[in-house]
């Protein structure tokens, strides 16, 4: 990037400074940067310098021929049609002088008709999360943008409809593309502008889909050199105002990597993953996509991009038994959905009549994390209105709100043993005979709430659950005979739309290449508001984070309605997800927290006037700190409800060092005569909330700070408010890894742990099928067996490393939280470690599987190699000293491709009582010279030796080596000329000469 800037600077100083012109002037000069070049076949002539208007190219491949540079512009005469023409860019723009692609003159837009040609090889690699995946080939495109960036295209017609005749549904059709863009060779490319096209009769294969293959299609191939150009991505592009028109496969498809491993195998994406190796700022908004063979808008790998006010009608036009004949393989697809990105936002869309297939859905969020469906509109979809897939972890923190579904088919809800989406304040319009979760897309998890769900049909009676894992809650059904058994709150009177089932059934028939909007406006819907008297009206639960705006842009505060509208009926109520609101009594405020700053971390109806007094009735400002006693009225129209501040409740364990059942209320502590564990060393390995208080009780009695825990005391945790959380201590001085093991828990002592340049993390997926964490590319830490089955003695904990490591990978491990400082043996259960699928007739080949023991990090002794036959490692036990808070790991590691990676292994932990050694010091020699002092002939012959010792101690304190030793040493002479003299016994002499030789060892 710093390279192109110095580029377009100097050339930007090279035209402005001959001229020394005023600053104004330059502004206009340098504006003018770059060479205009016309194309017409009406007039134009390749003989021509391509200058002007009176001297156009007449083709295409003029511009083919010449390396584009910043401020370039390239326009197509309106009325020219470039039959057998493609325009395949060279050259890069530069920020604020990019390449602009356009038409010139009145008429119609200037066809650029393929027709099969602009034959380039496509080749991403290396192979694709699906190996089934096609990779690579030949591939025609109307426009390629292979390496080049900083180009906007403007207001063309392309088509890509061969003259020769084909099969239309031959397995090996060549790909063929309106609009294709490679990242490979530059590292990030940016700013691609797609404004204003009519891309239409793409003729390319039904099958391929992350070939560059349909209306426009965005992707990056593995670079030639990653370490002088980067990982290739994309930033800043803009897919605006097209029209995409009967094309295979895709519609708009943006970001399919080559570099999709290190999204592979997780649920929640790691922000510093999808920066690396994701694109950025895209945006694709106000697109019509028409009949697409497969899915009409796809963004793929992508950081947080934004699709907005697009429709899709007639999505999946070929994925059909007429058309799609040759394979069965990916046969499937939908309207407008992201895969494996990061925070997509999907918003303000139309997606109609897709047509039916094993998906066929207007949304679908798949395999990626924080996908947001909202505010979009929906009906006649064959598959349903949306899907939350698949199966797995992979797809994590979905939510699907304020959008509105009318007649869609199949099944509204497709559930395909997902992990947990969050569907709530929608309205499902559904019409007769059709069900709310898909047949056949069941087993998935879900929390369905504040939704109206309006059968339009019959009374019927419904499976609200389907072999799936719902839950409802504050949902209005209307027109069932039975409501879920989960929905405390449910509502079956009629809803009271304005005008139900009356949402519009067609496109709007608005042009977006010529500026306009191709979807409704909001009025158009107006039908699903709520008449004042409906029963929907302020019976909504509060959720926190809900965008703060309802499907027709009202704000959404205090107790929400019911369904995608929200009315103007007032509330009383408040609500925060900062604090604890029950029984009008506010809890949890933090210390030193304004009125102003309260006020902003809940959510309370924003007609409401707010007044607050403290406990004495005087009226606080917004700047007074919040207090217990302080009473905050909220009114409307002569109705108030005041809400009391109260001290904090929040008395729970955070963290702890050491495990805790609290089922049983019950926190185990090592606890060892040698190795005593004090009430102050306890609390240092316990985490509460800065309000609370903890005190340890042996019965009734409080433990001062220095006392010694022992089994049955009490840790009480007491909150600001008084309430009391009680923990029974228990001893535990022995730790089981399978014993130990609970499914989908991290910690307190056990964690599953993925190494990655150096750095440890947990891992963050837990499988539904195996009590086991996973990592990518089948790396498992967890227990042998399925999800439920019971432990055993027979249970072996299980240890697997990435089978194909991704960069930076190391190691995988079963980590141990030391719980407290001290001496533990480490060992193994018997019969372990070995190699699970190994034998010596189907040996371990391909590669060896490694075992370490480390202390943060440290490796302890050798780095052992399992025996490839499956025979067990013989491994002794180690005792190892420990300080509270390390991590003692036990470390899988793949070496090349091992073909049995899998390891039984289970780490056990005792702590050990360690044998009492005395010190040796002068001191304790001073201290048991009085044991001694009958043996002495005179009480002036004691004080002497004494006095020496005293001596030796004061220089013991100082840490004078040479003073102790010289002055031991005259201690010897003493009371060797005393022993000779007879005034102190033999034994008195022995014990101090055997001592002060001690010492002087110590000291020397």
């Not at 991403?124 to 995946?133: E, F, I, K, R, S």
């Not at 491993?261 to 895209?282: K, Q, W």
């Not at 369904?563 to 506010?586: F, M, P, Q, R, W």
């Amino acid at each position: 990037m710093m390279k192109k800037r110095i580029f377009y600077l100097l050339l930007s100083v090279l035209v402005v400074l001959p001229t020394l012109t005023p600053v104004t002037e330059a502004a206009a000069v340098e504006n003018e940067i770059g060479t205009t070049y016309y194309v017409s076949t009406l007039n134009g002539s390749d003989h021509h310098d391509g200058k002007s208007k009176d001297n156009a190219f007449y083709s295409l491949q003029k511009i083919n021929d010449m390396e584009l540079g910043p401020g370039d512009k390239v326009l197509l005469e309106a009325g020219s049609v470039f039959t057998d023409g493609y325009l395949h860019i060279k050259g890069s723009g530069a920020e604020g002088a990019p390449i602009i692609i356009d038409s010139y003159g009145e008429g119609e837009k200037p066809k650029i008709q393929t027709n099969g040609q602009g034959i380039w090889y496509q080749d991403y690699g290396t192979v694709l999360d699906n190996p089934g995946h096609k990779n690579k080939g030949y591939v025609s495109s109307s426009i390629l943008l292979y390496d080049v960036e900083y180009i906007e295209i403007n207001n063309l017609d392309i088509s890509n409809d061969p003259d020769f005749d084909e099969p239309y549904s031959d397995l090996n059709k060549m790909n063929r593309t309106g609009v294709a863009a490679v990242a490979q060779n530059k590292g990030t490319l940016e700013h691609i502008y797609l404004r204003g096209l009519n891309i239409h009769d793409i003729r390319g294969n039904v099958y391929d889909k992350h070939m560059n293959n349909g209306g426009i299609y965005f992707t990056i191939f593995k670079a030639d050199d990653e370490e002088q150009t980067g990982i290739p991505r994309y930033n800043d592009v803009r897919i605006e105002d097209n029209i995409v028109n009967d094309v295979s496969r895709w519609g708009i498809a943006v970001g399919y990597t080559a570099y999709w491993e290190p999204f592979a195998g997780i649920g929640e994406i790691p922000d510093e993953i999808v920066a690396e190796y994701g694109s950025s700022n895209v945006v694709i908004r106000n697109n019509y996509i028409k009949e697409p063979g497969g899915d009409a808008i796809t963004a793929m790998y992508l950081d947080r991009p934004l699709i907005e006010y697009n429709v899709s009608e007639g999505a999946a036009s070929e994925i059909n038994d007429e058309v799609y004949t040759e394979t069965s393989f990916n046969k499937v697809a939908a309207g407008i959905w992201p895969w494996k990105s990061k925070n997509a936002v999907l918003q303000y869309n139309e997606v109609f009549d897709t047509h039916y297939n094993q998906d066929g859905q207007a949304w679908d969020a798949d395999y990626g994390d924080g996908t947001l469906y909202q505010y979009n509109y929906s009906h006649n979809n064959a598959g349903g209105a949306l899907m939350v897939c698949c199966g797995g972890a992979e797809v994590v923190n979905t939510v699907f709100r304020y959008n509105i579904s009318q007649n869609d088919l199949s099944g509204i809800l497709n559930l395909p043993s997902n992990p947990m989406a969050e569907i709530y304040n929608n309205t499902f319009y559904i019409k007769e005979g059709v069900s709310f979760i898909r047949d056949g897309m069941t087993g998935g998890t879900a929390n369905v709430e504040n939704n109206i769900i309006y059968n339009a049909g019959e009374l019927k009676e419904e499976d609200w659950i389907k072999n799936s894992n719902v839950n409802y809650s504050h949902n209005l059904y209307y027109n069932y005979e039975n409501t879920p058994e989960s929905d405390e709150f449910a509502i079956t009177e009629d809803p009271q739309f304005a005008d139900a089932g009356s949402a519009p059934a067609s496109f709007t028939d608005n042009d977006p290449t010529e500026g306009q909007s191709v979807t409704h406006d909001r009025d158009a819907f107006a039908g699903y508001k709520l008449e004042d008297s409906s029963p929907a009206i302020n019976k909504g639960k509060y959720i926190p984070g809900n965008g703060g705006k309802d499907f027709f842009g009202n704000d959404v505060t205090g107790t929400p309605d019911i369904g995608a509208h929200e009315s103007d009926a007032v509330s009383l109520d408040i609500y925060s997800d900062v604090y604890t609101i029950e029984n009008n009594k506010i809890k949890g405020i933090e210390q030193a927290v304004t009125v102003e700053e309260f006020l902003n971390n809940i959510s309370y109806d924003d007609r409401l006037s707010v007044d607050v007094h403290d406990e004495n009735g005087t009226e606080m400002g917004g700047h007074d700190m919040v207090e217990p006693g302080f009473a905050f009225t909220f009114s409307h129209d002569g109705s108030e409800k005041t809400y009391t501040v109260t001290g904090s409740d929040n008395n729970e364990l955070l963290d702890a060092a050491y495990m805790v059942d609290e089922t049983n209320k019950e926190i185990f502590v090592p606890i060892l005569e040698s190795n005593p564990t004090t009430v102050d060393e306890m609390k240092h390995g316990i985490d509460v909330h800065h309000t609370a208080e903890m005190k340890v009780f042996d019965g009734e009695n409080e433990m001062e700070s220095d006392a010694i825990i022992a089994e049955d005391m009490l840790l009480k945790v007491i909150s600001q408010n008084g309430e009391t959380n009680t923990y029974t201590i228990k001893t535990k001085n022995d730790y089981h890894y399978v014993n130990d093991f609970v499914n989908n828990q991290q910690g307190n002592v056990w964690f599953a742990q993925k190494k990655v340049d150096d750095e440890y993390s947990n891992l963050t997926t837990f499988s539904n099928q195996y009590p086991t964490w996973e990592g990518k590319s089948w790396a498992a830490v967890g227990l042998q067996g399925g999800i439920n089955d019971p432990v055993t003695e027979e249970t072996h904990g299980l240890l697997v490393d990435s089978l194909q490591k991704a960069s930076g990978e190391q190691s995988h491990a079963m980590a141990y939280r030391v719980p407290k400082s001290g001496t533990i043996e480490l060992s193994f259960k018997d019969d372990e470690p070995f190699l699970r699928q190994a034998s010596p007739e189907q040996p371990n080949t391909g590669g060896d599987v490694k075992l370490a023991i480390t202390l943060d990090g440290a490796t302890i002794g050798e780095t052992y190699t399992l025996p490839n036959d499956g025979s067990v490692l013989e491994m002794e036990p180690m005792e190892i000293e420990v300080e509270q808070g390390e991590y003692l790991r036990i470390e899988a590691i793949n070496e090349g491709s091992p073909s049995v990676p899998s390891m039984y292994i289970t780490p056990m932990i005792a702590y050990q009582e360690t044998e009492e050694s005395d010190e040796i010091s002068a001191a304790l020699l001073l201290d048991k010279l009085a044991e001694y002092e009958e043996d002495f002939l005179s009480k002036g012959n004691y004080r002497s030796v004494e006095i020496h010792l005293t001596a030796i101690t004061n220089y013991e304190r100082q840490a004078e080596g040479d003073k102790i030793v010289k002055h031991l040493n005259g201690l010897k002479e003493l009371i060797n000329y005393q022993k000779e003299h007879e005034l102190i016994s033999e034994e008195a002499r022995d014990f101090l000469q055997e001592y002060a030789d001690m010492l002087i060892e110590e000291w020397q």
